[in-house]
């Protein structure tokens, strides 16, 4: 990668810093994950040629039909991951550019990612290394199986909309664990977060959002 960690003109420091604060201005209160947003390079995560844009509040395209989420819904549901208590131990379904591993590896102790699209995965695991981030474990799968050899969770944060709920996630939550999941078929996305209590859980229907679908199955 060319770019630099840093960033100069519209990847700079004062331009993260007007990102946070518009942040701020919606639902953002966590100053916690605020602090996260202004410090990971998020230029370093999209193509050199968006690498302009990657301040604003906009999602990005990042090849194979993906997207990098606009920041806010990043920060949102770091957010409502954090809000669940303690959490040391994150599944993240869907590792994509690698942008909200990053940002979740700051403020957990262990970060989980798996990801269907092995260039993606690739991609994601070369920028880890270059940002030093060390915590972060990931997996070429099948992300609506989860990992369930690594369960349980504390939090469960999926990146992408699944039209029906993948069971399979709740049943690696800790007891008091929250899953955090777009779903819906396209036009009709809500954000969903399910919380564990014992056997039952108890549904949080959020905001209407709009995510690129939960496909099955491996792309080499």
């Given at each position: ?41 998020r ?44 959490v ?16 979740l ?29 060390n ?20 939090a ?50 959020l905001?209407?959002v709009?995510?690129?679908?939960l496909l ?5």
């Amino acid at each position: 990668m060319s770019l630099s960690f840093n960033g100069v003109g519209m990847t700079s420091q004062r331009t993260r810093d007007r990102l946070v604060s518009i942040l701020r201005e919606q639902k953002i209160k966590d100053e916690k994950v605020l602090k996260v947003i202004a410090e990971i390079p998020r230029h370093l995560f999209v193509d050199e040629a968006l690498a302009s844009r990657a301040y604003e509040n906009i999602s990005l395209p990042i090849g194979h039909g993906q997207t990098i989420s606009q920041p806010y819904m990043v920060a949102l549901m770091t957010q409502l991951l954090l809000e669940g208590g303690s959490v040391t131990r994150v599944l993240e379904v869907g590792t994509g550019s690698g942008y909200q591993t990053a940002i979740l590896s700051k403020l957990v102790s262990n970060v989980f990612s798996v990801e269907r699209i092995k260039p993606l995965l690739d991609s994601a695991k070369g920028k880890f290394r270059q940002l030093k981030l060390n915590n972060i474990l990931t997996n070429y799968s099948d992300g609506g199986w989860g990992w369930s050899s690594k369960a349980p969770f504390d939090a469960i944060i999926v990146t992408a909309a699944p039209e029906t709920l993948p069971t399979s996630l709740l049943e690696q939550l800790i007891d008091g664990g929250r899953l955090i999941i777009p779903m819906g078929e396209k036009g009709k996305q809500e954000l969903l977060v399910f919380q564990r209590v014992g056997d039952k859980y108890h549904k949080k229907t959020l905001e209407k959002v709009s995510f690129v679908p939960l496909l099955n199955g491996k792309i080499a």
